[in-house]
């Protein structure tokens, strides 16, 4: 799985921005999909995830009530729109796909695919 994220940038405290990430494989609809972000100097952590459109969406408690993911599987796309960003926000926001056995929690889950990375940086 090839995976591209884009949509970054640099916006003001309490702006938005939407990320996206295009996943190149066969059936990329069967693959679950997630968020995650690493500042500098800090531990990767986990944001978002879910597997079908319809399905359940799991997210950390830091983001649950301003970012929102989803995604378009026509496109082979997954999106992270972020609301009310804040300083601490500014991170690498990576995007990441996998087939994930049914009935693992996502949040656990070993995501073995991931793209570049787009940067996000929130400024006060």
């Known amino acids: 799985v090839q995976l591209q994220a884009s949509g970054g940038g640099r916006v003001q405290v309490g702006e938005s921005l939407r990320l996206s990430c295009v996943g190149h494989?066969?059936?990329?609809?069967?693959?679950?999909v997630a968020w995650i972000r690493q500042a500098p100097g800090k531990q990767r952590e986990f944001l978002s995830a879910?597997?079908?459109?319809?399905?359940?969406?799991y997210y950390a408690d830091s983001v649950k009530d301003r970012f929102t993911i989803s995604r378009d599987d026509a496109k082979n796309t997954v999106y992270l729109e972020m609301r009310n960003l804040k300083p601490e926000d500014t991170a690498t926001y990576f995007c990441?796909?996998?087939?994930?056995?049914?009935?693992?929690?996502?949040?656990?889950?070993?995501?073995?695919?991931w793209g570049q990375g787009t940067q996000v940086t929130v400024s006060s």
């Open positions: 879910m597997r079908w459109s319809a399905g359940r969406t």
């Open positions: 990441g796909a996998e087939r994930i056995p049914y009935g693992t929690d996502l949040r656990l889950a070993e995501f073995g695919n």
């Open positions: 494989a066969h059936a990329f609809a069967s693959y679950a």
